[in-house]
């Protein structure tokens, strides 16, 4: 299982980007999907999930100016991103949780994104 994220690069304070993450490989079904960012020197954080029926959850942060959604059809969960500030710079990783068929039954597994690089300047 592959999570591929795109979108990621430079954007002025109030401006928006959007990310995208998709999923690829043996996959059964997919369960929560989420996006985490760590900027230097801090923790890696939640910035934002979504469960497999759609509910929502923001970091405080973000709420009003980040939303998240999915495809499921194309195994894809999006970042829209809006009135960027410099504070939003960081390293923004896709996580899922992700069923996959064992010789036994499925088991989930937690799968991150390789991390895309979101910089805003002031």
């Known amino acids: 299982v592959q999570l591929v994220e795109s979108g990621g690069g430079l954007a002025q304070a109030g401006g928006s980007l959007r990310l995208s993450c998709a999923a690829s490989?043996?996959?059964?079904?997919?369960?929560?999907m989420g996006w985490y960012r760590q900027a230097p020197g801090k923790q890696r954080e939640l910035v934002a999930a979504?469960?497999?029926?759609?509910?929502?959850n923001y970091a405080d942060s973000v709420k009003g100016r980040f939303s998240i959604s999915r495809d499921n059809a194309k195994k894809t969960v999006y970042l829209q991103m809006n009135s960027l500030a410099p504070e939003d710079t960081a390293v923004y990783y896709c996580h899922a949780v992700i069923s996959t068929v064992m010789s036994w039954g499925t088991r989930a597994f937690d799968h991150w994104g390789q991390g895309t690089q979101v910089t805003v300047s002031s």
């Open positions: 979504i469960s497999s029926g759609g509910t929502t």
């Open positions: 490989g043996s996959i059964f079904s997919i369960n929560a």
